[in-house]
Nanobody
Framework: EVQLQASGGGLVQAGGSLRISCAAS????????IGWIRQAPGRGREYVAA???????????YYASSVKGRFTMSRDNAKNMVYLQMNNLKAEDTAVYYC????????????????????WGQGTLVTVSS
């Protein structure tokens, strides 16, 4: 069964750092678009970052303007893992973070449209105290 499992969330002070992980099972992330999406308490889902597969094991990485310069998304295809390094965390980053997979092409002009993703994992809660 195709699964994505996010982990590594926790409580961190504002200005601190945290790295969350996403483990994929029953498929190889090499050929897939992967995204990080978050949902803050009482709010809708919000795109955070995306790794778009260009072919030939090449990827483009995109970030929401709210996290650009603070968050870094990376892949380790050998381990079938995706990571989100979050630095200089702010209270408004508090949310459940999900990793998700897009099976078809990820349209770059709609990179912020989290509804493009068709397979979602369980999220991990990140709480930033101010």
């Amino acid at each position: 069964e195709v699964q994505l499992q996010a982990s590594g969330g926790g409580l961190v002070q504002a200005g601190g750092s945290l790295r969350i992980s996403c483990a994929a099972s029953d498929f190889n992330i090499d050929d897939y678009n992967i995204g990080w999406i978050r949902q803050a308490p009482g709010r809708g889902r919000e795109y955070v970052a995306a790794s778009r597969y260009k072919g030939g094991r090449a990827y483009d990485t995109y970030y929401a303007s709210s996290v650009k310069g603070r968050f870094t998304m990376s892949r380790d295809n050998a381990k079938n893992m995706v990571y989100l390094q979050m630095n200089n965390l702010k209270a408004e980053d508090t949310a459940v973070y999900y990793c998700a997979r897009r099976s078809g092409a990820l349209i770059s002009s709609r990179i912020g449209d989290w509804e493009q993703y068709d397979t979602w994992g369980q999220g991990t809660l990140v709480t930033v105290s101010s």
